[in-house]
């Protein structure tokens, strides 16, 4: 029998065509092209850009090895702070997935952005491929002072992002609706968000087909 936290996944948001190409699009190739710590040493690609970005260990690495269906992909690690560049993934001449350092502890409540450096904020500002910024929310603690500091930077310079909960699996049906309904009001007002919010499990592939449908719109084609 289907549990109530599975129930919450099956809300279909696309249609049959939608999730088709999303499917076809993330079974291609995705290869790791280099790690960026300049502007000088961005890749030279007219591919669009997703960012994906979040809190230390919010699960960025893990989210793009299960988009893709390879668990080495991107380098995950239990201490926070590992990834220190901006590491690029081709998904085949499609779209370039993009992860970002981790700014800051799940536990911090500065609002100040103080781990990501001028360079990345430089990327989310003036790199024209970058066509959306996914933020990962960690579904066990929610957003965090230092998320809304993100979300206030990217509305502040007109960029484009989405809410993706991670780590589902990890809390009761009862608690995810809560957070769901939570975020859903926080960025009711803010311009630069994505009204769709998606609640993913890496470990259980939950959501992982909505964000695929998503991030298939922005492939070239």
Known sequence: MMSQTEKIFMESKYTADEYEAGRI???QNCEFILSAVSDETLPQSTLNEIAFAGRSNVGKSSLINALTSRRT???TSNTPGRTQQINFFQLEKKLMLVDLPGYGYAKASKTKIKDWSKFVLSYLE???QLSRVCILIDSRRGTKKNDEAI???????SASYQLVLT???KIKYDEMENLYNLTTDNIHSRFGAHPFITPTSSKKGQGLNDLRAELAKLAHH
């Open 25 to 27: 699009l993330f079974a």
């Open 167 to 169: 780590k589902c699996d």
């Open 126 to 128: 003036n790199r024209p």
């Open 151 to 157: 979300m206030d930077y990217l509305d502040k310079i």
């Open 73 to 75: 992909l991107a380098r």
